[in-house]
């Protein structure tokens, strides 16, 4: 269902099997600024997620075999008119979450769909809440928080895409990077809450190939 390499001629020499991995760094800060109160938050986090492409009759299956969040920091200030309070990680329990959803074969190329998962900010109380907006591939149309996500990268491409004929001969490895803020006005009792948000990405890709079955 996946993808194909090469003819059916060809496959003979295939490796039944790739490993995939995706490095995913990712570094960024939100702020929110309404009447007598502003809120400064910053968070940085790494998801290392690997899975198989195996051989299935003549369609290739994608296995997750695992998802690791190695690192995640994230603290944010809130000072309001009487009072200054500053939480960090240890006090905020929610996390991102990586959901690698499939891995498509278009034309020569290798097509990454995936998304992060965020979570309601801010975490100190506030007038309004927001929807912390993280990564996605292009691939990805049906992300969270209900923003068009590809609208507001503002440098590099969020495209994971891959030449499939070199994995063919030997390990393959690519590094995307991109840019996306968003930033929006909302009105509420105490008036208008101004929120941002902006993060910067890099997206490891390594595919290995296993043993010949020839």
Request: with cysteine; net charge negative.
């Amino acid at each position: 269902m996946f993808f194909s390499l090469s003819p059916a001629g060809e496959r003979k020499s295939m490796p039944p099997s790739w490993t995939v991995a995706i490095t995913l760094d990712v570094r960024g800060d939100y702020k929110m600024d309404a009447r007598g109160i502003k809120i400064d938050g910053t968070f940085a986090f790494v998801f290392r997620w690997t899975g198989t492409i195996e051989k299935d009759a003549e369609d290739y299956l994608l296995v997750h075999n695992d998802c690791r969040l190695t690192k995640w920091e994230i603290g944010e200030i809130c000072d309001s008119a009487d009072s200054l309070k500053i939480l960090s990680t240890n006090e905020i329990q929610d996390r991102p979450a990586l959901k690698v959803n499939y891995i498509l074969k278009s034309g020569d190329n290798l097509v990454f769909d995936f998304a992060v998962e965020g979570f309601e900010i801010p975490k100190n109380k506030a007038p309004a809440a927001f929807y912390l907006v993280l990564p996605a591939s292009k691939e990805n149309l049906a992300h969270s928080g209900g923003i068009g996500y590809d609208l507001f990268v503002k440098s590099g491409s969020n495209l994971i895409i891959m030449d499939a004929n070199p994995i063919l001969r030997g390990p393959s490895e690519k590094t995307f990077a991109w840019t996306w803020k968003y930033q929006t006005g909302i009105q509420a009792l105490e008036g208008t809450v101004f929120e941002s948000q902006t993060h910067d990405v890099k997206a490891k890709i390594e595919i290995t190939p296993g043993k010949d079955v020839r």
